[in-house]
Nanobody, 118 residues
Framework: QVQLVESGGGLVQPGGSLRLSCAAS????????MGWYRQAPGKQRELVAA???????TYADSVKGRFTISRDNAKNTVFLQMNSLKPEDTAVYYC????????????WGQGTQVTVSS
């Protein structure tokens, strides 16, 4: 059974920091491409950051220079370090894992709420 379990969300003031974690089980984590997406009320889900199995990273323009995605294959965990948070970063953040071996797979976590407000 595949599980992606996010943690680390919460309420933070503008300019603050949070670190999200996503612990994966039931997949070959080291060959899985991992990503963080977010969905704000009334908006579509969007890619925030992604990291390939080879550790190549991709970021949305809106978070470049503020967010950092990383992975620890020994712990089957992907992280999202979020600094200089803004109210517009408020959303539910979802962890995603996908790959192609032995066949295509695409899994989502349950989401964690991040609220940036004074």
């Amino acid at each position: 059974q595949v599980q992606l379990v996010e943690s680390g969300g919460g309420l933070v003031q503008p300019g603050g920091s949070l670190r999200l974690s996503c612990a994966a089980s039931g997949i070959l984590f080291s060959i899985t491409h991992m990503g963080w997406y977010r969905q704000a009320p009334g908006k579509q889900r969007e890619l925030v950051a992604a990291i390939s199995s080879g550790t190549t990273t991709t970021y949305a323009d809106s978070v470049k220079g503020r967010f950092t995605i990383s992975r620890d294959n020994a712990k089957n965990t992907v992280f999202l370090q979020m600094n200089s948070l803004k109210p517009e970063d408020t959303a539910v953040y979802y962890c995603n894992g996908n790959g192609n071996w032995p066949k295509f797979y695409d899994y989502w976590g349950q989401g964690t709420q991040v609220t940036v407000s004074s």
